[in-house]
């Protein structure tokens, strides 16, 4: 596989920061594919919250700009902020993201014809739905259940050759914070799965599309 190294800038398509006036913003695009999506670290064995090193980094990174995503790590706005990317080796890449401003809630679901481990291919799905207060309070239940803001960024001991990278991030009260694992079983992680099956459940993406999951 080529990689092509990346840089550390939070460069947008529009300002850093994002204000509310009353209305649901949208969130600026990188301005190009070089620019990292998340805080880079010197080589796998560092520990930096956060933070991912080069390969990994690149590999995430050139999956999210293909689903059109905004960088969460540089957000300075008002939102809550929800994403979990799941990159299936041999599979769709998909990107489902919840925001929540005011007492607006949309969760915005993509989907890319290429594969997770390989190359992500063009967008063949992209929607934004609302969502309920209930939806949104059931997931904040997850989340909390799983200790969320405590995790790890990594556990690079599970890694496998072949599966699933499930990366959550979330944005709330001007702090962010990313946890990726690789094919998270329902018996030594359940409560970290649960949030990406659960914001699948509400997406609208198709059984097909799901049936491989892992």
């Known amino acids: 596989m080529t990689i092509v190294f990346l840089n550390a800038s939070c460069a947008t398509q529009g300002s850093k920061a994002v204000h509310s006036d009353n209305k649901f913003d949208v969130l600026p695009l990188p301005l190009d594919s070089t620019v990292f999506y998340f805080k880079a670290k010197s080589n796998w064995k560092d520990t930096t919250k956060d933070a991912l090193d080069t390969f990994v980094n690149t590999w995430y990174s050139k999956m999210l700009f293909a689903l059109k995503e905004p960088i969460l790590k540089c957000y300075q706005g008002d939102k809550e902020i929800y994403r979990f990317t799941w990159l299936r080796t041999f599979h769709h890449p998909v990107s489902i993201r919840l925001e929540k401003q005011g007492e607006i809630i949309k969760l ?15 967008i063949l799905f992209d929607t934004a739905i609302n969502i309920t207060i209930n939806e949104y309070n059931l ?16 556990k690079r001991d599970e890694d496998g050759k072949d599966g699933s990278e499930w990366i959550i991030e979330i944005f709330k009260d001007n702090k962010y914070h990313m946890v990726t694992r690789w094919t998270p ?22 059984k097909d599309e799901t049936k491989n999951f892992y």
């Not at 915005?108 to 063009?122: D, E, H, I, L």
């Not at 997931?139 to 990594?154: D, H, S, Y």
């Not at 079983?185 to 198709?206: A, C, D, H, P, T």
């Open 139 to 154: 997931l904040i239940q997850k989340i909390n259940a799983m200790g969320f803001w405590n995790l790890a960024t990594e």
């Open 185 to 206: 079983s329902e018996k030594r992680q359940g409560n970290f799965r649960s949030v990406g099956e659960y914001l699948v459940s509400l997406s609208k993406i198709s």
């Open 108 to 122: 915005f679901t993509k989907v890319c014809n290429g594969a997770g481990g390989y190359f992500p291919g063009q």
